[in-house]
């Protein structure tokens, strides 16, 4: 997952970006200008093992050149904000408009309010970041990486969408990712914040 209003990518790093799957032994071409962390996870999907390689920018202004070459890659985006920060709620419509404009068309988006385990710091109403997403038409919750409060949650749904558009035919219904991560956050009342 990414850091404060940062994006989290899945896929394999871009052609000409520098990186390398972790792991592969080696190293980036230009440590200085991309320290880019990638990882992989592998989550299980109705018996499935999906791998997912996440490619964390922080949100960090210096990864801005990189990124346009990891949208077009992305079979997925995770965007995060802090909820304790309106400036990096504020910077989300920004992130955006970049993925609108740089990645594939049916790349899957998921917007993310980190830091939900200090809500009484929040600086970002819940129902700014829910209407931000109906507006973008992407699916939203709140997280905590601290705590691990739905972070799970987040990376079962893009698997589960992945697995979806990857596997399922064409006349079956389709995996909707909304009322997936709806049903799931009111299965359980550890995960939610109000």
Request: charged share 25%; with cysteine; glycine share 8%.
């Amino acid at each position: 997952m990414s850091g404060p209003d940062g994006a989290a990518e899945t896929g394999p790093p871009p052609a000409g970006s520098g990186e390398a799957p972790k792991g592969s032994g080696d190293p980036p071409a230009s440590p200085r200008e991309y320290e880019l962390a990638g990882k992989n996870k592998v989550v299980a999907v109705d018996g499935v093992k999906v791998k997912l390689q996440i490619w964390d920018t922080a949100g960090q202004e210096r990864f801005r050149s990189v990124t346009h070459a990891y949208y077009r890659d992305a079979q997925a985006l995770l965007l995060l904000y802090d909820i304790t920060s309106k400036m990096s709620f504020d910077n989300i419509r920004a992130w955006l408009t970049e993925i609108h404009e740089y990645a594939q068309k049916d790349v899957v988006i998921m917007l993310l309010g980190n830091k939900a385990d200090v809500s009484s710091e929040r600086a970002v109403r819940t129902e700014d970041g829910a209407s931000l997403a109906r507006e973008y038409g992407v699916p939203f919750m709140e997280t905590s990486a601290k705590t691990g409060m739905n972070v799970e949650l987040a990376f079962l749904a893009i698997a589960k969408e992945l697995k979806q558009r990857a596997m399922q035919p064409l006349d079956e219904p389709r995996f909707q990712i909304h009322d997936y991560i709806e049903s799931q956050k009111k299965k359980s009342s550890c995960c939610v914040f109000s």
